[in-house]
């Protein structure tokens, strides 16, 4: 496989999914609506970010793949924070359970930590693209807990 077309998987998997997750809580985006904590972005921040981070996961993903790198711990990790990824903004805006999002993100933020760290151990480029990933998920988390003390 060309590194173009390796790249461009790699990019266009977290890129798409999270496209998915987008269509399917945007009928229940209810962010301009709550009380905020401070700090709080204009809701046209998140899908820039989030694009972002996900073209960011998806260059990693593709460096330690074209390096053969992958192994059963990176793919699982790599898997199961992006499953909690997904999964966050449907509990947080289509169910509307602000704690147990919260809950949930804490654990993203966990998971994206270990991700970093094993990353890193395979390829240190692969790894430092992914600390924008920690400090926004922290900053989200922030976000998540402003909201649902406001909004409770």
Not at 76 to 86: A, D, M, P, R
Not at 110 to 124: A, P, R, W
């Amino acid at each position: 496989m060309s590194k173009f077309k390796l790249y461009a998987k790699s990019i266009l998997f977290p890129v798409i999914l999270g496209g998915i997750v987008g269509l399917i809580i945007s009928g229940s985006m209810d962010y301009k609506t709550l009380e905020k904590p401070f700090l709080s972005p204009p809701s046209i921040v998140f899908p820039i970010a989030w694009t972002i981070l996900y073209v960011l996961m998806g260059v990693s993903y593709g460096l330690l793949k074209d390096q053969n790198l992958i192994d059963k711990s990176i793919n699982k990790i790599y898997i199961s924070q992006l499953v909690v990824n997904l999964l966050w903004p449907i509990v947080f805006f289509v169910f509307n359970l602000r704690l147990l999002a919260f809950a949930i993100i804490v654990l993203l933020a966990i998971l994206v930590g270990i991700m970093i760290y094993k990353f890193y151990s395979k390829n240190k480029i692969a790894g430092l693209l992914q600390i924008p990933y920690l400090l926004w998920t922290l900053f989200a988390t922030y976000l998540n807990f402003g909201i649902y003390l406001l909004n409770k």
